[in-house]
T-cell receptor, first 115, second 109 residues
Framework: NAGVTQTPKFRILKIGQSMTLQCAQD?????MYWYRQDPGMGLKLIYY???????DKGEVPNGYNVSRSTTEDFPLRLELAAPSQTSVYFC??????????????FGPGTRLTVL | GENVEQHPSTLSVQEGDSAVIKCTYS??????FPWYKQELGKRPQLIID?????GEKKDQRIAVTLNKTAKHFSLHITETQPEDSAVYFC????????FGTGTRLQVFP
């Protein structure tokens, strides 16, 4: 199993540009999440999904969009990038939340800089 | 929504000493409390977790305690080693996982 994979690893954007951060998991997990981690700070939940076709906002959703057309993929879209979106983005997945199988597995992260 | 507070933000200990990190949560419906370790430049990794029907759990040098009445849970690391140096995050889960702000632990040889 590859686990949770993210692409790209690094990206530099200009203000106003758009991009999509890719996330995929091969563990047949129902739940997927996007977090951002600013330097020296904790992880903030951006969006999450409990299954294909279902997404919901987390703590800091403004400036982002997500979709979940398949169980495996959960891309994060940035429209009109701003310097405040400079951060490390982590994708994660879990089988469930309320069962015994709710450990979250994290991807390696995408380091995004907006200049 | 859920809010998780974590203290201290930094913690320095001598090798061999114990380290304790404390968290409080606000949502009484939270039922799962994982702890993650994040080394510099790497992804968070689960080190131990506890469910709301358990008061204490141990795994070698690491233990976690939960006080549901007070909405407190704590991470205890005994016989600390330099490789324990990292940032530790607590979290609380209802329908989603909310992280604490992290504790930077430094273990000096």
């Amino acid at each position: 199993n590859a686990g949770v994979t993210q692409t790209p690893k690094f990206r530099i954007l200009k203000i106003g540009q758009s991009m999509t951060l890719q996330c995929a998991q091969d563990m047949n997990h129902n739940y997927m999440y996007w977090y951002r981690q600013d330097p020296g700070m904790g992880l903030k939940l951006i969006y999450y999904s409990v299954g294909a076709g279902i997404t919901d906002k987390g703590e800091v959703p403004n400036g982002y969009n997500v979709s979940r057309s398949t169980t495996e993929d959960f891309p994060l879209r940035l429209e009109l990038a701003a310097p405040s979106q400079t951060s490390v983005y982590f994708c994660a997945s879990s089988y469930s939340v309320r069962s015994s199988y709710n450990e979250q597995f994290f991807g390696p992260g995408t380091r995004l800089t907006v200049l | 929504g859920e809010n998780v507070e974590q203290h201290p933000s930094t913690l320095s200990v001598q090798e061999g000493d114990s380290a304790v990190i404390k968290c409080t949560y606000s949502d009484s419906a939270s039922n799962y409390f994982p702890w993650y370790k994040q080394e510099l430049g790497k992804r968070p990794q689960l080190i131990i977790d506890i469910r709301s029907n358990v008061g204490e759990k141990k795994d070698q040098r690491i233990a976690v305690t939960l006080n549901k009445t007070a909405k407190h849970f704590s991470l205890h690391i005994t016989e600390t080693q330099p490789e324990d140096s990292a940032v530790y995050f607590c979290a609380a889960v209802t329908d989603k996982l909310i992280f604490g702000t992290g504790t930077r632990l430094q273990v000096f040889p």
